[in-house]
């Protein structure tokens, strides 16, 4: 258990390194109003990533647990959990699960917006 944990920090913490650079990058080369261009970004190259990496690992390693959490769950949850999010949906129209797809894009978008709103309004 400690050497899973080990692998998800060590991902984690260079994915979440990488954002905070894709971050900076992105506001270099826009304007203040389009800054969320590097979150934007972030969350499209973490879904790429995260697409090569785990359709890679099915098709060439299935059972490399370390990799799938240094990398998978690691490095693209720290860079992203978009693309966690992205990587589930996906997973959920392979298999025809539409309702259960509509449902949960439906609640993770208004109910992440309404816990923003909320928790923003409880500091306020």
Not at 27 to 38: E, I, P
Not at 69 to 84: A, D, E
Request: proline share 2%; hydrophobic share 55%; aromatic share 16%.
């Amino acid at each position: 258990m400690f050497k899973d944990i080990l692998f998800v920090g060590i991902g984690g913490g260079i994915g979440s390194i990488m954002r905070f650079l894709t971050s900076r990058f992105m506001a270099r080369l826009v304007a203040a109003q389009w800054l969320f261009l590097g979150t934007l970004a972030a969350n499209l190259i973490g879904c790429f990533l995260i697409g090569i990496l785990s359709g890679w690992m099915l098709s060439h390693m299935p059972d490399n647990q370390p990799f799938r959490l240094l990398f998978i769950v690691g490095f693209c949850g720290g860079y992203t959990t978009f693309s966690t999010f992205a990587f589930e949906n996906y997973r959920l129209i392979e298999m025809n699960q539409w309702g259960i797809l509509l449902l949960y894009l439906t609640a993770s978008v208004v109910l992440g917006i309404i816990a923003v709103w909320l928790g923003m309004k409880m500091v306020s």
